[in-house]
């Protein structure tokens, strides 16, 4: 090993040696070119080829295969339900989207993986439950949240973050008109630590609940003409079967028990011979028993009887939450508004002081992700560095990227209910899109005139209006009814339907 250490050693030093003597830049180039300094532009050259045809082949996928749409949720204004009820609309939507695509899917189709983005916005201080879906998912979304809110109301309406006039379509910063501030919020500790979640905040005694929307949409409520906030849920179903084994090992370690290392097939095999190799030594040689003394050593007492409220709290908390469907997310804000009306205590503090109601100091909570947020840039270039992320985050806002940013965080169906739910009777923002009167369905008895009465058809079941006769020389000349046949175990033909 130390001689092959010393070649290595041996082989630089010429090479340093050979560009301390080169008398000019091509020279040196070629130097590093010819002892191998090629493999590393070669790799770099695959790495952005790989980038750049995925991407051409996404781009190409979404625009000839994809049509998105928006629609608007109005709330029942008499809403009781508690958040309980969007975590059944979350399940639903769990189980629609397809799964993973294959090698060929990805690569040469360009295919992506299917999202929902549930946004909500104050344009102007108007507050506006929305979901951007996939049209061919119209239906589903409609059913999911009709089946919990019967008395909601959802309408198709135009994509909201271009601007009314298109103002924000193709707009660059640094801009003459408008300023912005956007983030992205990430968790503060591992995922699977959960956020503090709705049933905390019901009280205990009077089942009250406080709900955290109230805060939100009160301070969405309070900016103006020209302002506008929005907040973003860019949802995916997680997939990956190893982040809740990854989510039971924090637990465990809390605990201190032993933490079962990931392992593959080949992990498997190996363990299952030394174990069986173990058995057999066992059985032959009675003194054979290093296996069970080393077993006995590792099998460590558990600490849970000398656990800590905190800790009890919080293996409780990551194991409740990998027992439920979760979301990979991006949960995007931005505010936006004229220069000279822009606010950053209005449009931003507020809305950062809301967030910190779902903040559990024991277990996660949300923060800004360091590198898109558009504040903190200090020392060189801040102008410069400071107007690309406003126009990353506004591009990916708009395209409702999952790519861009951050890694995404995993929040299960009962955070993203706590974060994204309909306000309950007790929230009285006033400027929140509500329905102005509670639904109701038609009665199954009306009759449908000029259906045909075939049994493809729920006309065929509807009562029929008797005809009036046009006089009385018709109503006396008017035939007596037949008589009834029994014999038949059908309905009547003629009983009247008054």
């Known amino acids: 090993m130390s001689f092959i250490f010393s070649l290595i050693v041996q082989f630089f030093t010429e090479v340093i040696q050979q560009l301390y003597l080169s008398n000019s830049p091509l020279t040196s180039a070629i130097i590093l070119l010819a002892n191998g300094f090629w493999i590393v532009v070669l790799l770099m050259f695959l790495g952005a080829a790989k980038s ?4 051409w082949r996404q781009t190409l996928y979404h625009v000839a295969t994809r049509n998105f749409i928006m629609l608007a949720i109005d709330v029942p204004r008499d ?23 294959n090698m060929y899917e990805e690569w040469w189709e360009g295919k992506t993986e299917d999202y929902f983005s549930m946004e909500l916005v104050s344009i102007e201080g108007y507050v506006q439950f929305l979901v951007y879906t996939q049209e061919e998912y119209r239906d589903t979304v409609e059913s999911a949240f009709y089946a919990q809110y019967p008395d909601a109301e959802i309408t198709q309406v135009e994509d909201y973050v271009n601007g009314q006039n298109g103002e924000f379509k193709n707009l660059k910063f640094p801009s003459q008109k408008y300023k912005l501030f956007g983030t992205e919020f990430v968790l503060a500790k591992n995922q699977a630590y959960p956020i503090r979640l709705h049933p905390e905040f019901e009280h205990s005694l009077s089942q009250e609940f406080k709900d955290p929307m109230a805060s939100l949409l009160e301070n969405m409520n309070k900016i103006g003409p020209g302002e506008q906030i929005w907040l973003q849920l860019v949802i995916t179903p997680e997939r990956d079967k190893n982040w809740q084994p990854a989510a039971n090992n924090v637990a465990m370690k809390i605990a201190g028990k032993k933490i079962d290392a990931p392992s593959g097939r080949v992990d498997k095999i190996a363990g299952g011979f030394i174990k069986w190799l173990d058995a057999f030594g066992v059985a032959v040689f009675p003194f054979y028993n290093a296996t069970e003394e080393s077993d006995k050593k590792d099998d460590l007492p558990s600490l849970m009887l000398h656990l800590t409220p905190t800790e009890k709290a919080q293996i409780e908390g990551i194991q409740l939450k990998a027992d439920k469907m979760a979301f990979w997310c991006k949960f995007r804000f931005i505010y936006i508004a004229e220069k000279e009306i822009y606010s950053k205590q209005r449009g931003v503090s507020t809305i950062l002081g809301s967030m910190k109601q779902f903040s559990s100091l024991n277990l996660n909570s949300f923060v800004m992700h360091k590198y ?12 410069k560095r400071m107007a690309r992320r406003q126009n990353n985050i506004l591009l990916a806002f708009q395209e409702r990227a999952r790519s861009e940013g951050s890694d995404g965080i995993v929040l299960n169906i009962e955070e993203l209910a706590t974060i994204y739910h309909f306000p309950t009777i007790t929230v009285k923002a006033p400027l929140v899109s509500r329905t102005q009167s509670k639904r109701s369905s038609a009665p199954v008895s009306l009759p449908i005139q000029g259906a045909p009465r075939t049994f493809q058809s729920f006309a065929s079941y509807a009562p029929q209006p008797l005809e009036e006769p046009k006089n009385t020389e018709q109503a006396s000349n008017a035939p007596s009814p037949a008589p009834r046949d029994n014999s038949n175990s059908g309905v009547p033909g003629d009983l009247p339907f008054i």
Not at 52 to 55: A, E, F, G, H, T
Not at 372 to 383: N, P
């Open 79 to 101: 809403n009781e339900q508690s958040p309980k009820a969007v975590e059944y609309i979350f399940a639903h939507l769990h189980g629609v989207l397809p799964g993973s695509n």
């Open 52 to 55: 750049l045809w995925r991407d």
């Open 372 to 383: 898109t947020k558009t504040s903190g840039m200090d020392y060189i270039f801040t102008e």
